[in-house]
C-alpha cells in the first residue's frame, strides 16, 4: 500500500482527491493538510511514502513545505499538484526537491500513475511543465527586459489599460499585447497581476 498525505488549502479539493484515491487499489490516505507548516508536521509525524501538496497555500506554501520535509524527511516524495504551470511555480517547486509536478486538470488514471511512479522515487512532470523546463535547457536565463518593455510595464503596475498604455506611447494596442507577451515570458508570469507583482519584486517598479 502507498500512503498518502493530501495537501491542500480547500477542503473540497481534498474531498476529491481522497475519493479517487479510496475508489483505486493500493493506496491509504493516511491524513489531510492545509497548509505547508500542517503538512510539515503530519508528514515527520505519519511518515507517508507520497506526499501530494499544493503550492500557493496561506501560511507556509507549497515550495517552502518541500524544501522542509527534503532536509528533514529526505525518504518521502512530494508530488505537486496545483492549477499553476508559470516558471516562477515549477523552478523553485523542482528545485526544492519536488519528486514530481502535476496540474489539477490531470485524469484521474494519470494522477493514479504519477503517485505509484513518484513513490518509486522516478520523477513526473506534466507536459506542460516538462516542456518549460525543456525551454529553460535551451534558454536558460531570459533576457532583460527592453526599454519599452518596461515603459509598458511601468504603466500597466499604474493602472492603465492597453489602450491607455498605446495612447501613452502612440503606438498601437496590438503592439502593447505583444510587448506584454515578451513581458510575460521574461518575468516567467502568465499575466498582468503577476507581471506586476515580479515586477515589484525585483525592483523594476517603484
Known sequence: MIRLLIVDDHPIVRDGLRGAFAGADGFDVVGEAAH???AVERALALRPDVVLMD??????????????LSTEAPDVRVLVLTTFDTDADVLPAIEAGATGYLLKDAPVEELLRAVRAAARGESVLAPAVLGRLMGRVRKPTAGPLSKRELEVLRLVADGSSNREAAAALFISEASIKTHLLHIYDKLGVRDRAGAVAEAFRRGLVT
Do not use: H, K, N, Q
Open 55 to 68: 503550492l500557493r497555500m496561506p501560511g507556509v506554501d507549497g515550495v517552502s513545505a518541500i524544501r522542509t
Open 36 to 38: 505547508g507548516g500542517e
